[in-house]
């Protein structure tokens, strides 16, 4: 860029340069360029900077929200643990905490995480709310029996939970939890949770009641959205696949489709057996590992057929799997076809 103005001066045309966001500021310097598109390159920006380039504008950096996220990530360096059993969102939600910098230890359900928190003191605990064996309920209340017979610093509890309704913000309340982290999360949402809870030493214990309201208030208008692949949460997982963390999407994307069609069988099954419980259990891990990935019409129809399951009654219980499977097919070949565009550098979101 330097030379083509040394040796063309104002001859030289409108351009477009597709960068790494971590490269942006450090390679151009005082350069000015017409506009700036983050790599790998989504549609919609690469319209939106043509347009606006053609038209005269000079389209800054700072306007790309992607770059956004790489420009005001904070490091944490604290000790969190991760409950979660779920195999999809332990990995998305580790290398979203690695993304910040924390160091993340990972307990797959409630006695392994009594195990780790009994070994080391940890800044923050995000913990899953419903897992096998001893859920997250039950976990909380035993540390927190224990911080008082121990006389020990309360350690702060956020609930992570997929589509939290009402009821469940004051069962987590009455167990002893600080906060709540309604699945699947945005990074800085995850930001702004570890900047409450990790980022000072003055939080009071139950100081996160408000919080949990309003976020609790903005599912509702996320619910309504159910298309195959929300492009909103898959820059999000792009953000995740960094040089310390290479190939991110390509192995969570590979657990979701190596593991899902088990899954399905498993309902199949449990649907043939009447066992309202299995089907409520295997319903509610796959609405939410597929939300994680952004596939919002899978995940939607798992909440249907988990609230039913959940009754006891599920109407058309044949049909709802045909459709979770076709689903499941249709987000599976999307996910695919996001993974050959992040290779190829283009993708939609």
Known sequence: MANLRKYMGEKVPAMIIAVPVSGILEGLGNIQTGCLVEKPVRRAELYSCLRRTLAGENVSVCESPAAKDYLVVESFRVPILLVEDNTVNVE???????????????????????????????????????????????????????????????????????????????????????????????????????????????????????????DLLGYDARAGDTAVLDLAMLSGLKALDTPENPGFMEKIVGIFVKDTPAILDKMKEARGKGDMQTLHRLAHSLKSSSASLGAMLLSELCKKLEVQASLGEVEDAEGQLERIESAFFDARDALIRELDGLKAGISNA
């Open 92 to 214: 998305f939600a580790r290398s979203a905490l690695s993304y910040f910098k924390c160091m993340v230890d990972v307990a797959r359900d409630g006695y392994e995480a009594l195990d780790a928190w009994s070994k080391r003191r940890y800044a923050l605990i995000f913990m899953d709310c419903q897992m096998p064996g001893m859920d997250g309920y039950e976990a909380t209340r035993k540390i927190r029996d224990l911080e008082r017979r121990q006389d020990i610093p309360r350690t702060p509890i956020v609930a992570l939970t997929a589509h939290a309704l009402s009821g469940d913000r004051q069962k987590a309340l009455a167990s002893g939890m600080d906060d709540y982290l309604s699945k699947p999360f945005k990074l800085h949402q995850l930001q702004e949770m570890l900047q409450k809870w990790a980022g000072c030493d003055d939080k009071l214990p139950g100081d996160g009641a408000d919080g949990m309201e309003q």
